[in-house]
């Protein structure tokens, strides 16, 4: 597939736009999934998508193919859905963010949290996350990316990140151990 | 049930979410857009280097405006304090004002009569400012039409 994705985007840049149609049939569902897990809302969604693949055409010239196409399309992606967050009035802040302990957990509790945990509550519980915590499961999960290459997505500090990847995993086992009747 | 595997059950939960499809179409509207074309490079400095010129004519009118009120700022200042001075001082800034530009008029009938003696085919002074002043419209309203591509990344 990476030898695939670099003759396509070679064709690209030699002007052949229909190559295009390679990348995109290859992202668009990758993309867009991950603009729709931020962003909660289909239309804008499509639109983040659209403008990060319509940022990706024009700005190839500038892709270092040191790095993974992948890190640097999703880059494109977060900036594009960061944009519409802003736009949309939706903060992306985390200064109001607070992060609770762990609960104390009994046996009990935990065998419920294991049983709880389906994609449909992870769905529910990435959605009720601040986006950037739930971007940063994401890229490392369901992207399958380390924290060198979601820092370069991100464009902030791989210390950064790993630190919001401990503060999402924390966040997401209070929530699960709420559910499941865990006393704090 | 440890919190590492609390940790892995996250994971491989997030990794087996679903990718969701953008409806019908999407791919055509992206390829129907990366058609259209970008604006042309060339469009853009045409659009930069008038933009440049206009602020360096606004600009260089906003210096000799300051430049008059600084020159006089002491007989303005002496005017303005004495009772009934503001007016005083506003009709003074007038008559500067009115004697610059009747300087300016002479000064750029001069530089047309000297490029007219240069060139005959130049127009009229009055004809060149129309000129300008209709390309300044032109500019400003092009610019405000032209969305400027961004990066970013």
Redesign the interface.
Known sequence: MAETETELVRRCLEGD?SA??GI??AY???I??FA?RLLKD?VA??EA??EA???A???LS?YNSAYHFSS?LF??AH?ACMDALRAGNKTVSLDTEDFPD?PD?S?GV??K??DS???E???AM?AALPPLYSEV??L???E?MGSSEIALVLGAPEGTVKARLFRA?EL??VK?YREAGATF | ?K?D???E???????????????AG??A???A???AG?PQAWYAGILKIAGLTLTAWVSALAFVSARVAYANLGEIAALAIQPGGFSRALTFMAARSALLLSKLAAAASFASEMLSAASAWLPAWYEIGFAVLVCSAAIAALSKSARP?R???
Do not use: C, H
């Open positions: 736009n295009f149609a995109l049939e668009q569902d990758r867009y999934s729709l289909p969604a499509e998508s659209q693949f319509v940022k055409f024009r700005g500038s640097w880059r494109i900036n762990l957990r046996a935990e065998a949290v294991e945990i389906t994609s509550r992870i769905e990435l499961l994401l490392a999960y369901k399958n995993r997401m086992k699960l | 049930m919190p595997k609390t940790n059950l996250i994971a491989s939960a997030i990794a087996a979410l679903p990718y969701r499809r953008p409806s999407f791919s509207r992206v390829m857009e990366l058609a970008a591509v990066q970013g990344i």
